[in-house]
T-cell receptor, first 111, second 115 residues
Framework: KQEVTQIPAALSVPEGENLVLNCSFT??????LQWFRQDPGKGLTSLLL?????REQTSGRLNASLDKSSGRSTLYIAASQPGDSATYLC??????????FGAGTRLTVKP | DAGVIQSPRHEVTEMGQEVTLRCKPI?????LFWYRQTMMRGLELLIY????????DSGMPEDRFSAKMPNASFSTLKIQPSEPRDSAVYFC?????????????FGPGTRLTVL
């Protein structure tokens, strides 16, 4: 059974710092990996989708990488801002409707 | 497009009552997913549909839960009778294709409290 783990569970950084969020998964037979952002009391917003054949995706200050063989993905946030404060979840797609989520990393960026 | 629409946004009910959650997916999306999010268990897939047909309901916790998709623009998740342990946020999501390769778009969720 696929297990998705995110470390750390919570992270607090000063504004302007570059940071990395980690996601690991136990079964490398995945179709894709998706990073989401969730604000308190809100739904999930898709940030980046990496197909299994890709190594990374970039959107603005965000860069996500995928290493299937080692079962790892990272989300890099450059020049963090207070508005980046949210919970970040990764999810692995295994085909059909099967998508497994990590528990998330709660990020706080202090002004 | 307005995105995935869910109603109600909040629902408070008493144990034993029937609860119906509603979802309108993004137009043109063939896949619809129902998730439940709790502090203890995180996000769990309950059921998903492809072209209005339920494909996998193995995540539905009990027979008290049922889901329907009568047409491409509407789905319901029903709990009858509801219990306090059903309290959670229920999300609906849709995508153009299966999760293997396609981005999922989430609705704002319905926060259910069963007293």
């Amino acid at each position: 059974k696929q297990e998705v783990t995110q470390i750390p569970a919570a992270l607090s950084v000063p504004e302007g710092e570059n940071l990395v969020l980690n996601c690991s998964f136990t079964d490398s037979a995945i179709y894709n990996l998706q990073w989401f952002r969730q604000d308190p009391g809100k739904g999930l917003t898709s940030l980046l989708l990496i197909q299994s054949s890709q190594r990374e995706q970039t959107s603005g200050r965000l860069n996500a990488s995928l290493d299937k063989s080692s079962g790892r993905s990272t989300l890099y946030i450059a020049a963090s801002q207070p508005g980046d404060s949210a919970t970040y979840l990764c999810a692995v797609g295994q085909g059909g409707g099967d998508m497994r989520f990590g528990a998330g990393t709660r990020l706080t960026v202090k002004p | 497009d307005a995105g995935v629409i869910q109603s109600p946004r909040h629902e408070v009910t008493e144990m034993g009552q029937e609860v119906t959650l509603r979802c309108k997916p993004i137009s043109g999306h063939d896949y619809l997913f129902w998730y439940r999010q709790t502090m203890m268990r995180g996000l769990e897939l309950l059921i998903y549909f492809n072209n209005n047909v339920p494909i996998d309901d193995s995540g539905m916790p009990e027979d008290r839960f049922s889901a329907k998709m009568p047409n491409a623009s509407f789905s319901t998740l029903k709990i009858q009778p509801s219990e306090p342990r059903d309290s959670a946020v229920y999300f609906c999501a849709s995508s153009l294709g299966p999760s293997g390769g396609n981005e999922q778009f989430f609705g704002p969720g319905t926060r259910l409290t069963v007293l």
